[in-house]
């Protein structure tokens, strides 16, 4: 009997290797899933803060960059209109400047038609 109750003996001290494993196994899984919930946590965490900021996004920045370039379309369309009105304002003084110098050059060699023929 003495070789059985070896073999017993080396059947139990396996069996407590195995539990002394498996609760070592046992405290890491524990660990891990603890780690787990935290991740969990700040990931719900990092989530709410995402749709926070994508509904201030939405709601308040989008409509004020969305106005912003509104207005920034009619301040160049103003611009536009401005600048084809001066634009057209230059040419009509030109052609006015034009006649002005064309008349003034016509009086002038009327004068001096007159002055020779004193």
Known sequence: ???MEEILKQLLQGQEEIKKTLQQH????????ET???H????DYLEQ???KIENRLDNELLPKINV???AFELRGDEIAKLQKHLDDRLDIIALDVNYLL?????QE???LELRRAK
């Not at 969990?40 to 990931?43: A, F, G, H, M």
């Not at 064309?102 to 016509?106: F, P, V």
């Open 1 to 3: 009997m003495n070789y």
């Open 26 to 33: 046992t405290e890491i899984l524990q660990q891990h899933t």
């Open 36 to 38: 787990l919930q935290q």
């Open 40 to 43: 969990s946590k700040q990931l």
């Open 49 to 51: 803060r995402m749709i």
């Open 68 to 70: 912003l370039f509104d």
């Open 102 to 106: 064309g008349k003034t050059a016509r």
């Open 109 to 111: 060699t009327a004068i």
